[in-house]
């Protein structure tokens, strides 16, 4: 079987248009969503469709839970509040229902097993971030005691790409520019990124292929309109995207000093509140 894995949409439907079409051009036989369906963004009813018709298996993400009022926004940004709060107020019951309902942890047969934020924790799961080798060590560890017998786990919410491999006690991380053979007696942590809310100088959606026949899990990098999608979100009063009105040329080269000087993290926290 060949599994496409994404995570964290964010209401982006040009991205999500572009994944998805991206996964069916490479034989996806089934997508796997790992939450955060809506959130920052304008377009979580159209997303929610899509993933409904390509008969996506997902898990709830923590903006998912937080605009169903399953948990509250206490710890999230400024931003995030903002979009939570215009969100719910546009989304028709059906589709608050159909959040509600998603599970916190499910699995794909024996396969694979698919969370938000992380395997070990079990309240509070999809607050939780895979960010350091001792939560990655200790979500490796239920993984290899899950009843499922899946030796691969697929988690978000970092947005950050990352394929670590569990064996024998050890824990290392693996290149996500090439193909990576799984093998046999490890367990395998996988995040495929975002598909539409990028913290990195990449602004293409990511996704991995799992093939479980052959027993690779590669990244995909998708283009589409980011323009458009900002823009709209821009009019939405949700995100400003101030540093958009700057050229690109400029914008990229006050990116680099920014990360040069150490502070790049903390200056876009600020822009982004």
Not at 92 to 108: Q, R
Not at 201 to 211: G, N, P, Q, S, V
């Amino acid at each position: 079987m060949r599994i496409g894995i994404l995570s964290d949409i964010h209401a982006n439907r040009e991205a999500l248009e572009a994944t998805l079409a991206d996964m069916s051009g490479a034989g996806v036989e089934r997508v796997v969503c790992l939450g955060d369906v809506v959130g920052y963004n304008t377009d979580p009813s159209p997303c929610i469709r899509l993933l409904r018709e390509a008969g996506a298996v997902c898990v709830a993400g923590n903006h998912d839970r937080a605009v169903t009022r399953q948990i509250p926004t206490d710890g999230f940004s400024v931003r995030a509040i903002r979009a939570i709060a215009w969100t719910r107020k546009r989304l028709p019951p059906e589709d608050v229902a159909w959040l509600s309902a998603l599970p916190l942890k499910t699995n794909v047969g024996d396969q694979l097993v698919a969370v938000h934020g992380a395997l070990h924790v079990d309240r509070g799961c999809e607050l939780v971030r895979l960010n350091s080798e001792d939560r990655m060590r200790r979500t490796a560890q239920a993984l290899l005691a899950h009843p499922s017998g899946a030796r691969v786990c697929a988690y978000g919410h970092t947005h950050r790409l990352g394929i670590h491999e569990y064996r024998n006690g050890e824990l290392w991380e693996h290149d996500t520019g090439s193909e990576v053979a799984l093998r046999g007696g490890s367990c395998y942590l996988l995040n495929p990124g975002t598909v539409g809310e990028p913290r990195s100088d990449e602004r293409r959606a990511t996704w991995m292929l799992f093939d479980t026949g052959r027993r690779t899990v590669s990244v995909r990098r998708v283009a589409y309109d980011d323009r458009a999608a900002f823009e709209k979100t821009r009019r939405a009063g949700i995100e400003p995207r101030r540093l958009l009105s700057i050229p690109a040329p400029l914008r990229a080269a006050l990116q680099g000093g920014l990360r040069r000087m150490g502070i790049y993290e903390m200056v876009r926290r600020v822009i982004n509140s």
